[in-house]
């Protein structure tokens, strides 16, 4: 006759047996860890572009940085930090005429 804690260890050892069962068929696969590197990277591109775009605004007249506020506020990042891009070169091409 079994005792309890023996049907506790059955059932331990009977899911760890369907779990290896489905691991190895590739029903169950492991966390895919490019996912995760590619997140990094995206983030921290993100992060670069942000501080180039505030770089820029930096060196720009108030009166400039509508346009990149707005895109920013619609949280359009690319537009933002090419609007920003733009503008820093243009005021530095007049500025030094």
Do not use: C
Not at 68 to 73: A, G, N, P, Q
Request: glycine content about 4%; proline content about 3%.
């Amino acid at each position: 006759m079994l005792q309890p804690i023996q049907f506790v260890f059955l059932g331990v050892i009977g899911a760890a047996a369907v779990i290896w069962a489905l691991s190895s068929m590739g029903v169950i696969k492991p966390r895919d860890h490019e996912l995760y590197n590619e997140k990094r990277r995206h983030l921290r591109m993100a992060e670069n572009t942000i501080e180039r775009t505030y770089h820029y605004m930096a060196n720009l007249p108030k009166e400039a940085r509508a346009d990149i506020f707005t895109h920013l506020d619609r949280g359009l990042l690319s537009y933002a930090y090419t609007t920003a891009r733009t503008k820093h070169d243009v005021y530095n091409f007049f500025k030094q005429m």
